[in-house]
């Protein structure tokens, strides 16, 4: 099981070089497809494949992180899985020290990142429009596990920050969806230092606009609510486009209220009421629009 990478704990040479030396890099993920200036590797060793994530190069000036930030961002993804070890996540295998910061070893997850570039999103054939057109029974169990991976996060006292569709991988095979990504997650409620915090604008929080809004699990739940309205409707409350129950619709309505207060007050909360609302869907005609385009 690739042995060269997986007992390794530290090594003094570039990390690409490293890879290139042990096994076969058969993928690179660079500035062509993210802007975070971190570097990641699909690396084939012995006949397995793993996922290494990298800080980058400290010498590129391009990124909006600063390397060092990009460093402390992927050792906390580290902590992160120390203590969440859930059905939803790729395994952590190891985390090696490079002369650039830690490289964080995984397994390779196959399938489609669900998240699509703005400009391809609207194209039948992209994986998020795929996914949008799977039957709500099958959305339905992929955002149960979403839901259930956040609600055990939360429980072990972590935020999700700069969570949307880019963070799934989403196998059309199998029919099984992973988390991917969890880098910006932060421990405990904090203060919105920013103004606009990192993320996508179709599934944030009013407070993750607002310098000094409280970050916290209700956020969290406003996060999970627009989930569900983006893969299970056009975007909006609209019973009309909503493919399921209306039982679910108004937990997810009461997850999305503007004001936190009218909110489920913690993620545990909302969970306990999507559960009750998913027994009941069975007792109810789920409306069957088709999903169109946000």
């Given at each position: 099981?690739?042995?060269?990478?997986?007992?390794?704990?530290?090594?003094?040479?570039?990390?690409?070089?490293?890879?290139?030396?042990?096994?076969?890099?058969?993928?690179?993920?660079?500035?062509?497809?993210?802007?975070?200036?971190?570097?990641?590797?699909?690396?084939?060793?012995?006949?397995?494949?793993?996922?290494?994530?990298?800080?980058?190069?400290?010498?590129?000036?391009?990124?909006?992180?600063t390397h060092e930030q990009r460093v402390e961002l992927l050792r906390n993804a580290a902590r992160l899985y120390d203590v969440c070890n859930h059905f939803t996540l790729p395994r952590l295998y190891r985390v090696i020290e490079s002369p650039a910061g830690p490289m964080l070893v995984y397994e390779w997850i196959d399938g489609d990142l669900v998240g699509t570039p703005r400009a391809l999103r609207e194209e039948p054939g992209s994986a998020f429009q795929r996914f949008r057109r799977l039957p709500s029974s099958t959305v339905l169990a992929a955002l149960d596990a979403v839901y259930d991976l956040h609600?055990?996060?939360?429980?072990?006292?972590?935020?999700?920050?700069?969570?949307?569709?880019?963070c799934l991988?989403?196998?059309?095979?199998?029919?099984?969806?992973?988390?991917?990504?969890?880098?910006?997650?932060?421990?405990?409620?904090?203060?919105?230092?920013?103004g606009r915090l990192f993320g996508s604008s179709r599934f944030m929080a009013p407070e993750e606009f607002k310098t000094g809004a409280l970050i916290?699990?209700?956020?969290?739940?406003?996060?999970?609510?627009?989930?569900?309205?983006?893969?299970?409707?056009?975007?909006?409350?609209?019973?009309?486009?909503?493919?399921?129950?209306?039982?679910l619709l108004e937990v997810i309505v009461k997850a999305c209220a503007p004001v936190r207060s009218a909110r489920f007050d913690s993620m545990a909360s909302f969970y306990h009421a999507w559960r009750e609302a998913r027994k009941k869907a069975d007792e109810e005609q789920p409306i069957s629009a088709p999903a169109s385009s946000d």
């Open positions: 099981m690739g042995r060269l990478l997986l007992d390794c704990t530290s090594i003094d040479i570039p990390a690409d070089v490293y890879l290139r030396s042990v096994g076969e890099v058969f993928a690179e993920f660079g500035d062509l497809t993210q802007d975070s200036g971190n570097l990641s590797y699909g690396v084939q060793i012995e006949g397995e494949r793993h996922f290494v994530k990298t800080a980058g190069r400290p010498e590129d000036p391009r990124p909006f992180l609600n055990e996060l939360a429980r072990l006292g972590w935020i999700a920050v700069d969570f949307y569709d880019g991988i989403y196998d059309f095979v199998s029919e099984r969806l992973r988390v991917v990504d969890l880098d910006m997650y932060r421990q405990g409620p904090f203060q919105n230092k920013l916290d699990e209700q956020t969290n739940v406003f996060v999970m609510g627009r989930t569900a309205l983006i893969f299970l409707s056009d975007g909006t409350d609209n019973p009309d486009a909503f493919r399921a129950s209306r039982a």
